[in-house]
C-alpha cells in the first residue's frame, strides 16, 4: 500500500471540478465531484478517516482533476466517469442521487412518453441523463402541450379504451388521445416520430416557432398567453443547458488550450463527443529542448495524437491559439485518420468557453509541475550552482533574499522581504516594512531604506555574542542569518541604491543583483549593462520565482494597508467619531470593504457605537457608496492603480 504522503498535491485550485484517483496500475479507483476541490481534496489526507477512504487513499498512488464551470457541470461529468471507468470505490459508496431520463417506448402500437430514474430496458429510447429535475419536469410538461404523445400508463390507457373517455390531460390538449380514437394509431406515431426527431436534433426548430407564438401572442394583447410561451421557451432552454454537463447535444471534437507562464507552458485537451466530455488530460511541454520560434502547438499535437487510433481522432480539433502551420498539421492528421480532419480557433460562444476552462486545467497542470520542480532538491541545486557561476559569486547563495517596493503615488509605501533557503521558500522568515515617506519618495530611496533598515539589524545581531545568548537558554534573532545574495526587484536604479546602502553601512559580504520585469534582465552594481541569462535556465526561473514571491508579498501587505488608510479617511469625514469609536471600527472590521458589507446591526453591536451613530455611520457609506474607490492590481508588475466604482 501506497502512503498518501508521497502523492499528496499541492497547490490545489478552489474551483468546481472533478477528480479521479489511480491505482498503481493506472486504473480509476474512485472518482469524486466537489464545489471546491482545495477542501474536499485535502479532506483525504488527514487522519480518522472512514475505513473505505483509508483504504481506498492507500491504494491509489496518484489523484488527478478536471476543473469545470460550475458545480453542475461537476455532477454531471462525475456521473459521466463513473460510467465511464466503472471505479470500485464508487461501486462500493452508494450514491444517493440517481439521474432521470426522459423515455419514449418508439416501439408499443401506441408510442408513450414518460420519466425514468430506473435501469435502461430494451424496446426504449432514452434520453439525458437530466442533472436538473426541475427542468425536466418543466420541459415534459412543455412536450407534451407541443407533441401530444400519451403518457399514461399501461392500466390508464387500457380503463380509457373501454370507458370511452379520455383524461384530463386530453381535456387540457397534454395528449392526442389516441384511447377515444380523437387520433388514428398511425397520426400518433407521427406525432411521436416528431418528438423524436426534435429531442434528437434539439431545440433548432421549435424555439423559432415558439418565440414567434409568443410576438403574435403579445401583439394581440393576449399577454398570459405570451407569458406561458416565455416559461416554455425558459423551460427548454433551462433543460438543453442541464444535460451532458452543459454543452450542446451537438457539440463533438477535440479542445486544446495551451497555458504560457515565463519559462513554462502546459497543455490540455478535453475530448468531447455529443456534449459529453469523455476525457480529460494535460503535458507539459518540454521547453529545454525547444528552440525560439518553435510551433508548441506542433509538439503538443504530436504527444496527443502519434500514438492514437484513427477512430480517436475527431474531425473538429479546436484551439485557443493560432498553430504557424495548420495546414501542414491538418494534412497529418488527415493522414493518421483517414478522413478529413480540420483545426478552427473558435471567437465567441460555448466553444470559446469550454476552451477557456481547458486553459484553467493547463493552468493548474503548470502549477502542480512547478510546485513540485520547486521542492527536487537536484534542480534547487542546479539552479544555486548556475547563479554563483552567472553572477561569479564568490560562494553558492544558499540563502537569497528579495525584496519589493509597492506603492499609490507615493502613499502608504510597503516593502516586502522574502527568503529562499536552498533555493526553497522559507516562509517563516518573510518580513514586511512600512516605508517612511518623508524620506522616501520614490521607489529607489524607498530601497535605499529597506536595505538600510535590514542590514542595520544583520549589524546589530552580529555584535551579539552567540554563545552568551546560548547560555541564556535565548536564541538570536532570525535577522541575524545573513544572505549570500540580495535580489531587487528592478534595474539599475533600485540596484544602485541598495548598493549605496550597503556601502554606507561597510556590508562587503552580500552580493547585489537586480531583476528588471521588462525584459527578465539581472542587472549587477556598477555595470552599464545587463546580464542576460538563457531562457531555460534553471538559475533564471529560481530568480523569477523569488521575484514573483516578492510581488504577491508586498502587493498583500499594501492591499491590507491600503484598506486600513482608507477606513480611517472615511471615519475622520463621519460625524460624530471620536478616536475611541474610530479605533473601535477599525479593530472590529479592518477594511472600508468590510465596513460597507455589514448591516447596521452589525455595526451597532460594535463595542462604543451605538443604535444612533450606527445609523450615521451606515447613511453616510450608502451616500458615498457610488463613488467609492477600488483598487486594481497588477499581479505581473506589482503596479496598483485606483477606479472609480
Known amino acids: 500500500m501506497a502512503d498518501p504522503a508521497s502523492y499528496r ?48 487513499v492507500n491504494e491509489a498512488v496518484r489523484v488527478d482533476w478536471t476543473i469545470v464551470a460550475t458545480e453542475l457541470e461537476a455532477l454531471a ?84 379504451k373501454r370507458s370511452k373517455r379520455q383524461c384530463l390531460l386530453g381535456d387540457i390538449g397534454k395528449c392526442a388521445a389516441p ?13 411521436a416520430v416528431k418528438l423524436d426527431a426534435f429531442m434528437e436534433k434539439g431545440m433548432e426548430d421549435i424555439l423559432p416557432k415558439l418565440r414567434s407564438e409568443m410576438d403574435l401572442a403579445s ?16 423551460s427548454f432552454e433551462k433543460a438543453q443547458r442541464s444535460t451532458q454537463g452543459n454543452l450542446s447535444d451537438d457539440l463533438d471534437g477535440d479542445f486544446i488550450s495551451i497555458h504560457e507562464e515565463g519559462l513554462h507552458a502546459a497543455g490540455s485537451i478535453f475530448m468531447v463527443r455529443r456534449g459529453s466530455i469523455k476525457g480529460s488530460r494535460s503535458w507539459i511541454v518540454d521547453q529545454e529542448r525547444a528552440l525560439e520560434g518553435d510551433d508548441q502547438v506542433a509538439s503538443l499535437f504530436f504527444s496527443i495524437y502519434s500514438q492514437s487510433a484513427p477512430t ?39 466553444k470559446v468557453e469550454l ?141 544602485a541604491a541598495a548598493q549605496r546602502a550597503l556601502d554606507e553601512l561597510g556590508v562587503t559580504d552580500v552580493a547585489l543583483c537586480g531583476l528588471a520585469k521588462r525584459l527578465e534582465e539581472v542587472w549587477r552594481p556598477g555595470e552599464s549593462d545587463p546580464l542576460i541569462l538563457p531562457r531555460t535556465s534553471e538559475g533564471m526561473y529560481l530568480l523569477q520565482r523569488i521575484r514573483d514571491e516578492a510581488h504577491r508579498f508586498a502587493i498583500t501587505f499594501h492591499r491590507s494597508r491600503r484598506s486600513k488608510v482608507m477606513l480611517e479617511s472615511i471615519l475622520d469625514e463621519i460625524p460624530q467619531m471620536g478616536q475611541a469609536r474610530r479605533a473601535s471600527l477599525l479593530e472590529q472590521f479592518g477594511s472600508v470593504a468590510a465596513l460597507r458589507k455589514a448591516t447596521l446591526a452589525e455595526i451597532a453591536m460594535t463595542p462604543g457605537i451605538g443604535e444612533k451613530i450606527a445609523e450615521i455611520i451606515f447613511e453616510y457609506l450608502q451616500k458615498s457608496a457610488h463613488g467609492s474607490v477600488a483598487e486594481i492590481v497588477n499581479t505581473q508588475t506589482g503596479e496598483i492603480t485606483t477606479a472609480t466604482k
Open 9 to 56: 498535491p499541492k497547490e490545489i485550485p478552489e474551483d468546481p471540478g472533478v477528480y479521479r484517483f489511480y491505482n498503481g496500475k493506472d486504473k480509476v479507483i474512485y472518482v469524486g465531484k466537489a464545489k471546491n476541490l482545495k477542501n474536499r481534496l485535502t479532506t483525504y489526507f488527514g487522519s480518522n478517516l472512514a475505513r473505505k477512504t483509508h483504504r481506498m
Open 77 to 160: 461529468l462525475e456521473f459521466s466517469w463513473i460510467k465511464q471507468y466503472q471505479p470500485t470505490y464508487n461501486v462500493q459508496f452508494k450514491d444517493d442521487k440517481s439521474y432521470p431520463y426522459l423515455a419514449i417506448s418508439m416501439q408499443d402500437e401506441f408510442p408513450r412518453i414518460f420519466i425514468t430514474r430506473k435501469e435502461k430496458r430494451p424496446g426504449l429510447k432514452y434520453f439525458g441523463p437530466y442533472t436538473n429535475a426541475w427542468a425536466l419536469r418543466n420541459t415534459y410538461e412543455v412536450l407534451l402541450k407541443v407533441f401530444p404523445v400519451r403518457s399514461c400508463s399501461e392500466g390508464n390507457f387500457a380503463r380509457a
Open 179 to 191: 384511447c377515444v380514437g380523437w387520433v388514428t394509431p398511425e397520426e400518433h406515431r407521427e406525432i
Open 219 to 234: 401583439e394581440r394583447e393576449e399577454f398570459e398567453r405570451a407569458a406561458r410561451i416565455r416559461d416554455q421557451i425558459e
Open 312 to 350: 480517436d481522432i475527431p474531425s473538429e480539433i479546436y484551439l485557443n491559439r493560432e498553430p504557424i502551420d495548420q495546414e501542414a498539421l491538418e494534412d497529418w492528421l488527415t493522414n493518421l485518420r483517414g478522413a478529413k480532419v480540420s483545426i478552427k480557433v473558435p471567437q465567441r460562444g460555448e
Open 355 to 495: 476552451l477557456q476552462t481547458v486553459e484553467r486545467n493547463a493552468h493548474y497542470a503548470l502549477i502542480q509541475f512547478l510546485s513540485k520542480r520547486a521542492t527536487d532538491a537536484a534542480v534547487s541545486g542546479k539552479a544555486l550552482l548556475e547563479i554563483e557561476e552567472q553572477l561569479e559569486l564568490k560562494r553558492t547563495p544558499l540563502r537569497i533574499e528579495c525584496y519589493d517596493i509597492s506603492n499609490i503615488s507615493g502613499t502608504s509605501v510597503v516593502a516586502s522581504m522574502v527568503v529562499f533557503e536552498d533555493g526553497m521558500a522559507k516562509k517563516s522568515e518573510y518580513r514586511r516594512f512600512i516605508i517612511d515617506t518623508k524620506e522616501a519618495t520614490d521607489d529607489t530611496r524607498a530601497m535605499h531604506q529597506v536595505i538600510t533598515r535590514r542590514m542595520k539589524r544583520l549589524l546589530n545581531d552580529r555584535a551579539v555574542d552567540e554563545s552568551d545568548v546560548a547560555a541564556i537558554g535565548g536564541k538570536l534573532s532570525k535577522f541575524s542569518y545573513p544572505p549570500q545574495l540580495i535580489v531587487v526587484d528592478g534595474g539599475a536604479p533600485q540596484v
